[in-house]
């Protein structure tokens, strides 16, 4: 049986954070420089929140933090500038954030997985290439991006197009991603803007239907 309680799983216990996984955004923005005080930060496939703790903290009270998971997101504890709600990425457009594209979208999401890592690498590759089709609605030109994929036989690929996007992506494997693991973080810097997809977004919310805010203390 692997060993859960790991130092990564005890240090984010000891510093309030839901997850290990808030390490590896830590580390990732040390090396990129990907989320900027006062941005504004989409966060997909957010539960349970630790990389929205992250972005909180990183953005500071004059930046904002939209976190989103097909899962609920438990907002009690989460910073004054954080909102979450439970929605679909495919169902939300820019409409759905007050109109305003992000400084940065990042992006733990993943499959639950199944022990089939070619299988899971597929599942997994489907899903950062349908949130690379959300990028042009989301993001702002020149704006930054994170996210992780299982390595396989599609990854090329999708480096490939993340890079047609972006000015510079590179691959980042964490510290703290356990060593068994395939993971591997795609970071893309200067937004170039192009079309991922010519479709309008399908359905368009109001900014404050379905969000949660925390109340200020």
């Known amino acids: 049986m692997k060993e859960i309680q790991d130092r990564w799983f005890r240090m984010a216990k000891e510093q309030g954070y839901r997850a290990r996984s808030a390490f590896k955004l830590i580390e990732i923005d040390d090396r990129r420089r990907v989320l900027k005080r006062g941005a504004r930060v989409l966060d997909v496939g957010a539960a349970p929140g630790s990389w929205t703790q992250v972005a909180a903290q990183r953005v500071g009270p004059t930046g904002m933090v939209c976190a989103f998971d097909l899962k609920a997101i438990d907002p009690a504890g989460l910073a004054a500038n954080v909102r979450v709600m439970q929605a679909d990425l495919n ?51 020149g704006g930054h991006f994170v996210m992780k994929v299982y390595e396989g036989g599609g990854y090329p690929a999708l480096l490939k197009r993340a890079d047609a996007l972006f000015d510079e992506v590179k691959g980042v494997k964490p510290e703290s991603s356990r060593a068994e693991s395939v993971e591997i973080f795609v970071v893309g810097k200067g937004y170039q803007g192009a079309l991922a997809v010519t479709e309008a977004p399908r359905t368009a919310s109001t900014p404050q239907r379905g969000w949660s805010t925390r109340s200020p203390s």
Request: hydrophobic residues 40%; aromatic residues 6%.
């Open 91 to 141: 169902t939300l457009g820019v409409d759905s954030f007050d109109g305003i594209p992000f400084d940065a979208v990042i992006s733990d999401m993943g499959p639950d997985t199944s022990g089939d890592a070619s299988g899971d690498s597929i599942r997994s590759i489907a899903l950062c290439n349908a949130l690379l089709d959300r990028i042009p609605h989301w993001l702002r030109r």
